[in-house]
């Protein structure tokens, strides 16, 4: 089945420097692969997302990139702000079973003013 | 109004005692998922139905059931609950292009 890591598990940035959270996955067939932040008290949100047949996709202050051939994707945050402060986690799912989802364990983002 | 609906928010109950968990959506998603989400083990999957007539376990079902009353409504039971099973539960739906929402999350705590 897949696995997937997820690192670092606690990350502190100062406000307006770049953030950057590094997921590596196991299963090939894996092709879907989502970003959620969670804040406290709060379910996952999708905040982006990426197929295998890109290898980025920006969405203002997030982009997020895929190598296939390494199997690692990266969430990249760029001029963080304290309302950035959350739990991020990545997630891999298969063609055949999109939506059915192998996490990451979160990464606790602080921004620091 | 919340496109995926859970109840009850916060549960506390006694070890051997049976729970159900709802999980409604408005969302019209055929697609629906229940979650464990445990500090620094991220959301595990417990069981999925990809519609009405379908249920799969997932990774970690052992102790659980779930029953899928209809397209919006889906369920989780814990039929004697046991301390370790004190979480954070999520329900979800997802599009068919994979994309998910999750609900606000279940504390439950068993004592």
């Known amino acids: 089945g897949e696995n997937v890591e997820q690192h670092p598990s606690t990350l502190s940035v100062q406000e307006g420097d770049s953030a950057v959270i590094k997921c590596t996955y196991s299963?090939?067939?894996?092709?879907?692969f989502p970003w959620y932040k969670q804040e406290l008290g709060k379910g996952p949100q999708l905040i982006i997302d990426?197929?295998?047949?890109?290898g980025e996709k920006k969405d203002q202050r997030i982009a997020v990139t895929l190598n296939k051939t390494a199997k690692h994707f990266s969430l990249h945050i760029t001029e963080t702000q304290p309302e950035d402060s959350a739990v991020y986690f990545c997630a891999a799912s298969p063609r055949d079973s999109w939506g059915k989802f192998q996490f990451g364990a979160g990464t606790q983002v602080v921004v620091t003013p | 109004d919340a496109d995926v609906t859970q109840t009850p928010r916060n549960r506390i109950t006694k070890t051997g005692k049976r729970i159900m968990l709802e999980c409604s959506q408005t969302?019209?998603?055929?697609?629906m998922y229940w979650y464990r989400q445990d500090p620094g083990l991220g959301l595990r999957l417990i069981y999925y139905?990809?519609?009405?007539?379908?249920?799969n376990k997932g990774e970690i079902s052992d102790g659980y059931s779930v029953s899928r009353q209809a397209q919006a409504k889906f369920s989780l039971s814990l039929e004697s609950a046991i301390p370790n099973q004190t979480a954070l539960y999520f329900c979800?739906?997802?599009?068919?292009?994979?994309?998910?929402?999750f609900g606000q999350g279940t504390r439950l705590t068993v004592v």
């Open positions: 969302k019209g998603h055929d697609r």
């Open positions: 299963d090939s067939a894996s092709n879907y």
């Open positions: 139905s990809f519609d009405v007539k379908d249920i």
């Open positions: 990426i197929r295998s047949n890109v």
């Open positions: 979800a739906t997802s599009a068919l292009n994979g994309e998910a929402f």
